[in-house]
């Protein structure tokens, strides 16, 4: 059984990990540097999508319902000549458990499928809102390793012309995971699955809940991009159908000290402030650090975005006030139950598009409640205290 460091934690299975922790330098690249970049525009909302292909409701129930059930494994007739070659490029410097948690629910999930695999996973450590050197060496390595499944989420929209390219070749399959709206013009060539949380749908969930604070908000956004519109401004657009705009809308990458700056200057910019609406972990936790620094967190209304581990610690501690808190896994879980279906040549039962479930979560939920949700978030990740 072999068994492989992953920030920390270590992931045991069926699987051979290669994980790249070195620095990466310049390297001749295979593809130029895309400047084109798409807008919010060039995506189907999951809501838009269903409706132009409602034949992806029932694919989409089937497959839900899967996903939350029991692993069904491979039957023993069931030959595989060899191990199913599968590549995940994931960010490496976001403070958010996700990733982590999702290559854990990945690899168990494979494992009861008792799917015979060699993974291959390289981080990816630069917070750069476009296609850098590193991505595109990240890339060409991977690829020479021919994964049959390349598993990758798009940072940047500049990212999508890469993944056009792979998408029209044979292998890699490509799941894009944390990407819930279906990209317009691969309509006709889609990955064999878009994966993750309904930003769109999450964020509703949150500005619902911020509208029971009255008064003036800002927004803390990452860099200009996908997570900048379908959670930056689907938040600010909901408030505007209610008459509100928010005083300022700060970007600060996914990057807590830049958030924690932003804070400071938001409040000093509007001392009536009662809201901050921030869009990720890292962006949560720094404007937290700002409002304790100040002495301030009691009086102004701030959200986490995910629930993970850090996020819960935070509003245990009332750092936070409230958090959109993902069933962790179920998207990791997505991803082995869509290869099992892929490999068995049932590929027309995986849906164009899963979306994980969410549950707010805020300081006036009891602690059972919150264990019983966390339990089913993490059921194969761990809870706190039992990851490996």
Same mark, same amino acid.
């Given at each position: 059984?072999?068994?492989?460091?992953?920030?920390?934690?270590?992931?045991?299975?069926?699987?051979?990990?290669?994980?790249?922790?070195?620095?990466?330098?310049?390297?001749?690249?295979?593809?130029?540097?895309?400047?084109?970049?798409?807008?919010?525009?060039?995506?189907?909302?999951?809501?838009?999508?269903?409706?132009?292909?409602?034949?992806?409701?029932?694919?989409?129930?089937?497959?839900?319902?899967?996903?939350?059930?029991?692993?069904?494994?491979?039957?023993?007739?069931?030959?595989?000549?060899?191990?199913?070659?599968?590549?995940?490029?994931?960010?490496?410097?976001?403070?958010?458990?996700?990733?982590?948690?999702?290559?854990?629910?990945?690899?168990?999930?494979?494992?009861?499928?008792?799917?015979?695999?060699?993974?291959?996973?390289?981080?990816?450590?630069?917070?750069?809102?476009?296609?850098?050197?590193?991505?595109?060496?990240?890339?060409?390595?991977?690829?020479?390793?021919?994964?049959?499944?390349?598993?990758?989420?798009?940072?940047?929209?500049?990212?999508?012309?890469?993944?056009?390219?792979?998408?029209?070749?044979?292998?890699?399959?490509?799941?894009?995971?944390?990407?819930?709206?279906?990209?317009?013009?691969?309509?006709?060539?889609?990955?064999?699955?878009?994966?993750?949380?309904?930003?769109?749908?999450?964020?509703?969930?949150?500005?619902?809940?911020?509208?029971?604070?009255?008064?003036?908000?800002?927004?803390?956004?990452?860099?200009?991009?996908?997570?900048?519109?379908?959670?930056?401004? $689907?938040? /600010?657009?909901?408030? &505007? #159908?209610?008459? %509100? @705009?928010?005083?300022? +809308?700060?970007?600060?990458?996914?990057?807590?000290?830049?958030?924690?700056?932003?804070?400071?200057?938001?409040?000093?910019?509007?001392?009536?402030?009662?809201?901050?609406?921030?869009?990720? $972990?890292? /962006?949560?936790?720094? &404007? #937290?650090?700002? %409002? @304790?620094?100040?002495? +301030?967190?009691?009086?102004?209304?701030?959200?986490?975005?995910?629930?993970?581990?850090?996020?819960?610690?935070?509003?245990?501690?009332?750092?936070?006030?409230?958090?959109?808190?993902?069933?962790?896994?179920?998207?990791?879980? &997505?991803?082995?139950?869509?290869?099992?279906?892929? +490999?068995?040549?049932?590929?027309?039962?995986?849906?164009?598009?899963?979306?994980?479930?969410?549950?707010?979560?805020?300081?006036?939920?009891?602690?059972?409640?919150?264990?019983?949700?966390?339990?089913?978030?993490?059921?194969?990740?761990?809870?706190?205290?039992?990851?490996?």
């Amino acid at each position: 059984m072999d068994e492989s460091p992953l920030n920390g934690h270590s992931y045991s299975g069926s699987a051979l990990f290669t994980i790249l922790l070195f620095p990466i330098l310049t390297a001749l690249l295979l593809w130029p540097l895309s400047t084109l970049a798409d807008t919010v525009s060039g995506y189907w909302t999951m809501e838009a999508f269903m409706e132009k292909h409602p034949e992806q409701k029932d694919k989409n129930a089937f497959f839900s319902k899967r996903v939350e059930s029991p692993a069904i494994p491979l039957p023993e007739s069931f030959h595989i000549p060899e191990p199913v070659r599968i590549g995940i490029i994931y960010p490496g410097f976001e403070t958010s458990d996700y990733w982590t948690r999702n290559i854990k629910a990945f690899t168990l999930r494979m494992h009861e499928h008792k799917i015979p695999y060699i993974l291959h996973v390289r981080l990816r450590y630069d917070n750069k809102p476009y296609v850098s050197h590193e991505d595109m060496h990240l890339i060409r390595d991977m690829l020479q390793m021919n994964p049959d499944y390349l598993i990758c989420t798009l940072p940047s929209p500049e990212h999508n012309k890469i993944i056009e390219r792979i998408l029209s070749r044979p292998k890699p399959k490509i799941i894009l995971q944390n990407i819930t709206t279906p990209i317009k013009r691969w309509d006709i060539s889609p990955p064999l699955l878009y994966v993750g949380f309904d930003h769109v749908e999450g964020t509703r969930m949150l500005a619902e809940h911020g509208r029971k604070t009255p008064g003036s908000y800002v927004v803390l956004n990452p860099d200009h991009g996908y997570l900048s519109k379908l959670r930056g401004d $689907t938040y /600010i657009n909901f408030n &505007a #159908a209610h008459g %509100l @705009k928010p005083k300022d +809308i700060f970007f600060t990458g996914i990057n807590r000290k830049k958030a924690r700056l932003a804070t400071l200057e938001a409040i000093d910019r509007h001392p009536d402030l009662t809201r901050i609406y921030a869009t990720t $972990t890292d /962006i949560a936790l720094g &404007a #937290a650090d700002a %409002l @304790k620094e100040m002495g +301030i967190e009691k009086q102004i209304h701030l959200n986490g975005w995910g629930g993970g581990q850090a996020e819960l610690d935070a509003l245990e501690k009332g750092e936070l006030d409230v958090t959109l808190m993902r069933i962790n896994d179920d998207s990791g879980v &997505a991803m082995a139950d869509a290869i099992a279906l892929d +490999i068995q040549g049932q590929g027309h039962y995986i849906p164009r598009i899963y979306s994980g479930r969410m549950q707010l979560v805020d300081t006036d939920m009891s602690r059972v409640t919150l264990n019983e949700i966390s339990r089913q978030a993490f059921r194969y990740s761990g809870l706190q205290g039992e990851l490996p």
